[in-house]
Antibody, heavy 119, light 111 residues
Framework: EVQLVESGGGLVQPGGSLKLSCAAS????????IHWVRQASGEGLEWVGRIRSKGNNYATAYAASVKGRFTVSRDDSKNTAYLQMNSLKTEDTAVYYC??????????WGQGTLVTVSS | QLVLTQSPSASASLGASVKLTCTLS???????IAWHQQQPEKGPRYLMK???????IKGDGIPDRFSGSSSGAERYLTISSLQSDDEADYYCQTWDTGIVIFGGGTKLTVL
């Protein structure tokens, strides 16, 4: 069974940093891209960024709203992906989901972790 | 610019069928999309990948009541024999090199 479990969310002040983790199981993690998607309360889904597999040179891509502030990485030995978030803004407050990319960018979703940016 | 357009809301009666629409922006009518369901207070769930020719690949455990079809730049999600737990937000999604786009979502009410 494919499982994605996010962790690391919490309350952080504007301008601060936070690192989210996404622990994966039930599939060959090293062959899969991992995407991050967020959802502010009452709003729609917004793609944040992704990291591809080693075979695709660990290529990363980001939404314009987070480029230069957020970094996606992965540790295939731990079946875990990460989202490093720096220079956080109040508008980054959202539930953050990690997803598996296969024949589409998001064929499995985690349960999400809440990030609140507030003073 | 790659954009997906969805109607904000739809409604249909219990046991009936409903067809939700997702429209690709001009010049992107050949793109595949994915449909996702998000029930109230839950995370999203992948429903299917839908190609421009109407062929689709459903996610694990998605019932036969859910089907997809395509016409030009339009992508459709049809839900038949509506049940109360089909009441949810439905999002379409597409992608290109280095970018992933979601539609604004359609809130489906089951009457």
């Amino acid at each position: 069974e494919v499982q994605l479990v996010e962790s690391g969310g919490g309350l952080v002040q504007p301008g601060g940093s936070l690192k989210l983790s996404c622990a994966a199981s039930g599939f060959t993690f090293s062959d899969s891209a991992i995407h991050w998607v967020r959802q502010a309360s009452g709003e729609g889904l917004e793609w944040v960024g992704r990291i591809r597999s080693k075979g695709n040179n660990y290529a990363t891509a980001y939404a314009a709203s987070v480029k230069g502030r957020f970094t996606v990485s992965r540790d295939d030995s731990k079946n875990t992906a990460y989202l490093q978030m720096n220079s956080l803004k109040t508008e980054d407050t959202a539930v953050y989901y990690c997803t598996r990319g296969s024949n589409t960018p998001t064929d499995y979703w985690g349960q999400g972790t809440l990030v609140t940016v507030s003073s | 610019q790659l954009v997906l357009t969805q109607s904000p809301s739809a409604s249909a009666s219990l046991g009936a069928s409903v067809k939700l629409t997702c429209t690709l922006s001009s010049g992107h009518s050949s793109y595949a999309i994915a449909w996702h369901q998000q029930q109230p207070e839950k995370g999203p769930r992948y429903l299917m990948k839908l190609n421009s020719d109407g062929s689709h690949i459903k996610g694990d455990g998605i019932p036969d009541r859910f089907s997809g079809s395509s016409s030009g730049a339009e992508r459709y999600l049809t839900i038949s024999s509506l049940q109360s737990d089909d009441e949810a937000d439905y999002y379409c999604q597409t992608w290109d090199t280095g970018i992933v786009i979601f539609g604004g979502g359609t809130k489906l009410t089951v009457l």
